[in-house]
């Protein structure tokens, strides 16, 4: 595995402040293509997009349990027109109230919101470590609010969808961790032993460790866990379910039986922070990503500039292939500088008379010279995001999908 400090297209400045990086155009491209993803396959999977601030009433926080129980890791209030706003640790409170905004029959559940949103963690200096641990953070969240039979399916859904997405991404979790309550812990009381043995269910059948100490302050969780380069893990991806959090909110619906119930909250993140993933898939590819998330995905190279002007013509029909021109230095020296490049297409006087494309795939396997059009054809197929439904792998027409380190 690699340093993602040293292969990331990102920075740090001391005018912004330490753990508050900033995205370079490449790194903001593989971060806004995974989201894209992630989206997609959430939509697919049944769930409907929200958006929500990222400052909330010290209240909210108050009645959610993070102020007395999690206010270490929160910035302090600001005074604002008489009262005290918090830049949000969690998302989960604002999508309560989503849930609570309207009248819910028990025919809506379950209900599933997600969202891309942002919430922010007094971190220590010492904590701090690239794009793995940072303040502010772009958290892939969501909800599912259901009823007590549906929560265990729900679970387990989301446990595959993770999966899913792992294996799209082509990462390895390094371990299933089941998050128990610890002694001496701050927990809030509730119904934990249904919650854990639900979990359980959801994790029968998958080698996993129980940890004690490492829950929710709400509830138990399952830890999709990665590793870095130094074998240091993290939690990447969680599943956990929630019985606190729709009482404190007095959160109901409408059952069959015409009386008001209770739902249950099942909090799922696919890839977590968006900016450990990205940390993560940096360091596993070693920057040679997958061609669907690659910065640049074909790079045009002009033998002379004679072949400069054909060059720019098929730049301009590469429409959502993400494309450069690399005319500078020696022809040698392009063709190794753009080595994690799924595709590179050589452009001498035989393909710029024939109006032709000369792929050389990222392992440096040449692919015989054809049209332009049929050549960027195939590369859209080979860069397609891979299909959010759980159908077998796909096999692509066309080029071959460049292997990724």
Same mark, same amino acid.
């Given at each position: 595995?690699?340093?993602? *400090? ?5 920075? #740090? ?9 900033? =995205? !370079? ?9 995974? %989201? @894209?993803?992630?989206?997609?396959? +959430? ?18 926080? %108050?009645?959610?349990?993070? =102020?007395? !129980?999690?206010? /270490? ?34 025919? @809506?559940?379950?209900? *599933? ?8 963690? &007094? %971190? ?16 892939? /969240?969501?909800?599912?609010?259901? #009823?007590?039979?549906?929560? +265990?399916? %729900? ?36 119904? =934990? ?6 979990? *359980? ?33 993290? #939690?990447?991806? #969680? ?52 061609? =669907? ?11 002379? &500039? ?5 060059? *720019? ?6 429409? /959502? ?15 190794? /500088? ?52 759980? &159908? ?14």
């Amino acid at each position: 595995m690699h340093d993602h *400090r040293k292969l990331g297209r990102f920075g #740090t400045d001391p005018l912004i402040g330490a753990g508050l990086p900033y =995205w !370079l155009p490449d790194g903001a491209i593989v971060r806004h293509s995974l %989201e @894209e993803y992630v989206r997609d396959l +959430e939509r697919r999977a049944g769930y409907r997009h929200v958006h929500s601030p990222v400052l909330g009433k010290r209240e909210l926080y %108050e009645i959610s349990g993070h =102020w007395s !129980l999690y206010r /270490d890791d929160m910035y302090p209030p600001m005074d604002v027109g008489g009262e005290q706003l918090v830049l949000r640790p969690s998302l989960c409170p604002h999508h309560a109230l989503i849930y609570r905004s309207s009248g819910r029959s028990y025919r @809506e559940l379950p209900l *599933r919101i997600a969202e891309v949103g942002g919430m922010y963690r &007094a %971190e220590l200096s010492g904590a701090l470590g690239g794009l793995s641990r940072v303040r502010a953070i772009q958290l892939n /969240d969501a909800h599912v609010f259901c #009823t007590l039979d549906q929560v +265990e399916a %729900e679970a387990a859904a989301a446990l595959a969808l993770i999966r899913r997405a792992y294996d799209a991404l082509r990462i390895s979790p390094a371990r299933f961790r089941l998050s128990l309550p610890g002694p001496g812990g701050k927990y809030v009381p509730g119904n =934990w032993d249904r919650a854990v043995a639900i979990l *359980r269910s959801v994790l029968d059948g998958l080698p996993y460790d129980a940890v004690e100490g490492e829950a929710a302050f709400y509830g138990p969780k399952i830890d999709v866990q990665i590793a870095d380069g130094a074998g240091r893990e993290s #939690t990447l991806s #969680t599943v956990q379910v929630d019985f606190h959090q729709p009482e404190q909110f007095g959160l109901e619906y409408v059952g069959a039986d015409g009386a008001k119930h209770r739902p249950v909250m099942v909090h799922r993140s696919i890839i977590g922070s968006v900016e450990r993933a990205v940390a993560q898939l940096i360091e596993v590819h070693g920057g040679a990503f997958p061609a =669907w998330l690659a910065p640049v995905q074909l790079r045009l190279l002009p033998v002379s &500039a004679a072949e400069l002007p054909y060059a *720019r013509e098929v730049l301009d029909r590469c429409g /959502d292939v993400r494309a450069e021109i690399a005319s500078e230095g020696s022809l040698g020296a392009r063709i190794r /500088d753009g080595r994690l490049v799924p595709f590179q297409a050589v452009l001498g006087p035989q393909e710029a008379a024939a109006g032709q494309l000369s792929v050389r795939l990222r392992d440096g396997h040449r692919l015989d010279a054809q049209p332009a059009e049929d050549a960027l054809a195939s590369i859209r197929e080979a860069i397609r995001p891979p299909s959010p439904r759980p &159908a077998s792998r796909r096999q692509e027409p066309g080029f071959p999908v460049p292997p990724s380190r």
